[in-house]
């Protein structure tokens, strides 16, 4: 059990388009997902706290307008990097918590975005 | 917020010799201390964990120690093996149900 999902692993886009991303809890309800974005041989920053019927939370210095974050159901969050720039690139690896649950994250596989 | 430091950034040991990785973090109100293995490219795994309430804690070849008055965690891992080279990153859980992660060690186990 918890499995977390993300699509799509890899994304090749053009400057000035918008990609979206999903994350998934497979067998478990997450009223919480998280938002890392891990840049070469750097650790994981959180960019954000997705929260299942409400706004997400973001962390300092992370454009809400830019990153659009949307948890509409229990076991689905959506991260969408709107006018991407080449700086943007990243890999960008989600976690979701159990419902009630205060710590553990199980993390996504990770999507890889490359803004040409 | 929570701060958590880890280091050095690599480490280099013989196969089946031991390797201990240090972390320390800032908030007293951090309660859980993950462990994780990340392989190139892939999702950072969780090999282990630890709860404030207990100050150690093993499973087969790994384990942790946990100092909360000191707020160091080590990440202890004995007869190493070539497939345990990666990098390690410990995490902190603070008073906001937040992680904070360190810089990450990249462990190389030489054959």
């Known amino acids: 059990g918890a499995v977390v999902s993300q699509h799509p692993s890899r994304v090749i886009c053009k400057s000035g388009t918008s990609v979206k991303i999903e994350c998934r809890s497979l067998?478990?309800?997450?009223?919480?997902m998280f938002w890392y974005r891990q840049f070469p041989k750097q650790s994981l920053m959180l960019m954000a706290t997705?929260?299942?019927?409400?706004?997400?939370?973001?962390e300092q210095g992370v454009e809400k307008d830019k990153f659009l974050i949307n948890h509409a159901s229990l076991t689905l969050s959506t991260l969408t990097v709107t006018s991407a720039h080449p700086e943007d690139s990243s890999f960008y690896i989600c976690?979701?918590?159990?419902?009630?649950?205060?710590?553990?994250?199980?993390f996504g596989p990770g999507t890889r975005l490359t803004v040409l | 917020g929570e701060n958590v430091e880890q280091h050095p950034s690599t480490l280099s040991v013989q196969e089946g010799d031991s390797a201990v990785i240090k972390c320390t973090y800032s908030?007293?109100?951090?309660?859980?201390f993950p462990w994780y293995k990340q392989e190139l490219g892939k999702r950072p795994q969780l090999i282990i964990d630890i709860r404030s309430n207990v100050g150690e804690k093993k499973d087969q070849r790994i384990a942790v120690t946990l100092n909360k008055t000191a707020k160091h965690f080590s990440l202890h891992i004995t007869e190493t093996q070539p497939e345990d080279s990666a990098v390690y990153f410990c995490a902190a859980n603070g008073a906001n149900s937040k992680l904070t992660f360190g810089k990450g060690i990249t462990l190389s186990v030489r054959p």
């Open positions: 976690s979701a918590r159990r419902s009630g649950a205060k710590a553990e994250q199980f």
């Open positions: 908030d007293s109100a951090s309660n859980y």
């Open positions: 067998d478990f309800q997450a009223t919480t």
């Open positions: 997705s929260n299942e019927g409400s706004k997400a939370t973001y």
